[in-house]
Nanobody
Framework: QVQFVESGGGLVQPGGSLRLSCTAS????????MGWSRQAPGKQRELVAR???????DYADSVKARFTISRDNAKNTVHLQMNSLKPEDTAVYYC?????????WGQGTQVTVSS
């Protein structure tokens, strides 16, 4: 089992910034990737950003140049720096951890971008 502690969500005005953090703990596991997905009301969950154990990163086109994902391997922690936030970024953001055989999800943190 994997437990997550997520933090950093909240309400921000358009153009503002937030930093999400997620720390994973639990049974011994070999991490292939960690990342963030989001789900807005009435929409499917979508990948936002991920970082592989190699350090390679992937971003959704909608967040490129605005969001930056980083990872502290020693602490099994992943961060998502979100800048220039837009109302369409409003969603529940879910941290996840992927091994070679399983994907584990955090409980989610709400991000609301509104004036």
């Amino acid at each position: 089992q994997v437990q997550f502690v997520e933090s950093g969500g909240g309400l921000v005005q358009p153009g503002g910034s937030l930093r999400l953090s997620c720390t994973a703990s639990g049974s011994a596991f070999s991490i292939a990737a960690m990342g963030w997905s989001r789900q807005a009301p009435g929409k499917q969950r979508e990948l936002v950003a991920r970082i592989f154990s190699s350090g390679r990163t992937d971003y959704a086109d909608s967040v490129k140049a605005r969001f930056t994902i980083s990872r502290d391997n020693a602490k099994n922690t992943v961060h998502l720096q979100m800048n220039s936030l837009k109302p369409e970024d409003t969603a529940v953001y879910y941290c996840y951890l992927a091994t070679m055989t399983n994907t584990y999800w955090g409980q989610g943190t709400q991000v609301t971008v509104s004036s």
